[in-house]
């Protein structure tokens, strides 16, 4: 077997009957923290794979999960499946925490901590908001490239892109079509693939206004209950990551008053997404915060 594979794979039904795939990583000792490895957006799990070999390797047990109908998961957004901000920090993530903590035979409230990109980031802060962040041991999460999408946070270039995308994905796909399809006319113009209309719309707002207010489905207030938290947050960004500047960071990291803020500089050129290829720098940080 490959380092790089997994020690399993845990196949997670979720409420609309698709399956999610969690790939698991045992490590040599049993009482090891459970680090869950949240994909950014439009990416798929199995890009995370030398990060996660590479967590197992400093000690931990490594599981990532997968965002609704991205990488391996097998939803499909349509007009009638749709998905949202509160479905994926609700639902999602849940179902998968406790696959991966019952394949390694870990006790429910055992200790965890999240390592999130991109958007896992923004969605990693709304679940720390939830009970079930108690309920699971979440004891602190470490973002890379992971700041709010507001577009004051960014400069003209990448205000642009990111004013382009919320044209596209959530004005188009969300408010006309009622989902992004990926390509038109055979090619993705904004590269993220196919996503939920109610997501995109989501997403649009909180590109706008910096708002997570009135999460399509809600059971919490996230905005109030996110001030609550207290659990460490750790936000690591490469130098050259414009698709993450530190305003983004400050943005996000604003929703979580009380939430112990570090903010540091992933070494080494890596960009938005190529640390999660070449993990050292990461890891060596994560290990020690």
């Known amino acids: 077997m ?3 594979e997994p020690t399993t794979t845990a196949h997670v039904l979720m409420p609309d009957g698709s399956s999610t795939p969690v790939q698991i990583w045992q490590a040599a000792d049993p009482q090891a923290t459970l680090v869950m490895v949240w994909p950014g957006f439009g990416m798929g799990g199995y890009y995370y794979r030398p990060l996660a070999s590479a967590l197992t390797q400093a000690g931990f047990h490594v599981a990532i999960g997968e965002l609704r109908g991205q990488g391996q998961s097998s939803a499909r957004a349509s007009r009638t499946n749709q998905w949202g901000y509160h479905d994926l920090a609700a639902v999602d993530f849940p179902l998968q925490i406790a696959a991966a903590k019952e394949s390694l035979n870990l006790a429910t409230d055992h200790p965890m901590r999240f390592l999130s990109h991109s958007m896992g980031g ?23 490239g992971a700041g709010s ?3 004051e946070a960014f400069g003209d270039k990448e205000r642009r892109r990111l004013g ?4 596209l994905l959530g004005g188009v796909g969300g408010h006309l079509l009622g989902f992004w399809p990926g390509k038109v006319l055979g090619k993705d113009f904004v590269g993220y693939g196919r996503q939920s209309g ?15 207010d009135g999460l ?17 947050l750790t936000f690591g960004r490469s130098a050259n990551d ?10 996000l990291a604003s929703f979580l008053p009380n939430a112990p803020l570090t903010k540091l500089i992933v070494p080494g050129e890596l960009g938005h997404n190529r640390w999660a290829r070449e993990p050292a720098a990461v890891v060596e940080l994560f290990s020690h915060s």
């Open 198 to 212: 109610t997501h995109m719309k989501e997403w649009r707002r909180f590109n706008r206004k910096n708002s997570l």
């Open 242 to 251: 414009e698709e993450c500047p530190e305003a983004s960071i400050d943005a």
């Open 122 to 144: 923004q969605i990693s802060c709304l679940f720390a908001a939830r009970p079930e962040a108690e309920k699971y041991n979440l004891q602190g999460i470490f973002g890379v």
């Open 164 to 167: 382009m995308g919320a044209v």
């Open 2 to 4: 490959k380092a790089t």
């Open 149 to 151: 999408p507001w577009s």
């Open 216 to 232: 399509t489905g809600q059971d919490i207030n996230y905005v109030q209950e996110m001030k609550k938290v207290s659990i460490p």
